[in-house]
């Protein structure tokens, strides 16, 4: 059964600064994972999947994750961060045909 | 194309009371479930379909109803609301094309006092 870990409820960025939210993951086979976004007040919405057509995955709004199964990571990155980023992130997987999500981290991001 | 869509956005029930959360959508997808959001938890599986006549329970199902008459619709019914129901429902849907690739609606906000 797989599971996904997400380290850190919060983080603060500066604007221009790196994103980087974390997400472990635990499979005994080849995951599917997701990184969702949630803006306030508003349903979850797709930023990219990992699907083992590639480690190195980018989805919208410039951010990207790498599938790292030597560190049974799906660490989620951009490059530099925008005030529109600020919104809470989920991480998922698929466990016995059913999405499972982490419990979610939320990024403020400072002027 | 509406998506998914859920109704209403906000509900207050008072302890004991019933009522329906409706969700539907127009993508014809198979697979529809419910979540609720709590602070610190993430989504939580409640209930889900994988077609027409056919619900199944997920992770936190007491407390909670659903049925699925068509493809479009996946209604979730609180029989008798308890403050612990207070959260954020979203309803979500996708293809059962090994995908796994869900489509959320904008949530219901339901407190319960």
């Known amino acids: 059964a797989q599971s996904v870990t997400q380290l850190g409820s919060h983080v603060s960025v500066s604007e221009g600064a790196l994103v980087l939210l974390r997400c472990n993951y635990s499979?005994?086979?080849?995951?599917?994972l997701f990184w969702y976004v949630q803006y306030p007040n508003q349903g979850l919405q797709l930023l990219l999947k990992?699907?083992?057509?590639?480690?190195l995955v980018k989805g919208i709004n410039g951010f990207e994750a790498e599938f790292k199964k030597s560190e049974t990571s799906f660490h989620l990155t951009k490059p530099s961060a925008h005030m529109s980023d600020a919104a809470e992130y989920f991480c998922?997987?698929?466990?016995?045909?059913?999405?499972?999500f982490g419990t979610g981290t939320r990024l403020q991001v400072f002027p | 194309n509406a998506g998914v869509t859920q109704t209403p956005k906000f509900q207050v029930l008072k302890t004991g009371q019933s009522m329906t959360l409706q969700c539907a959508q127009d993508?014809?997808?198979?697979?529809m479930s419910w979540y609720r959001q709590d602070p610190g938890m993430g989504l939580r599986l409640i209930h889900y379909?994988?077609?027409?006549?056919?619900?199944d329970q997920g992770e936190v199902p007491n407390g909670y109803n659903v049925s699925r008459s068509t493809t479009e619709d996946f209604p979730l019914r609180l029989l008798s609301a308890a403050p612990s129901q207070t959260s954020v429902y979203f309803c979500?849907?996708?293809?059962?094309?090994?995908?796994?690739?869900?489509?959320f609606g904008p949530g219901t906000r339901l407190t319960v006092t």
């Open positions: 379909s994988v077609g027409a006549g056919i619900t």
């Open positions: 993508m014809n997808h198979e697979y």
């Open positions: 990992y699907t083992s057509a590639a480690t």
């Open positions: 998922a997987g698929v466990n016995t045909d059913k999405l499972i």
């Open positions: 499979s005994s086979v080849p995951p599917y």
């Open positions: 979500a849907s996708s293809f059962r094309d090994g995908s796994y690739e869900q489509y």
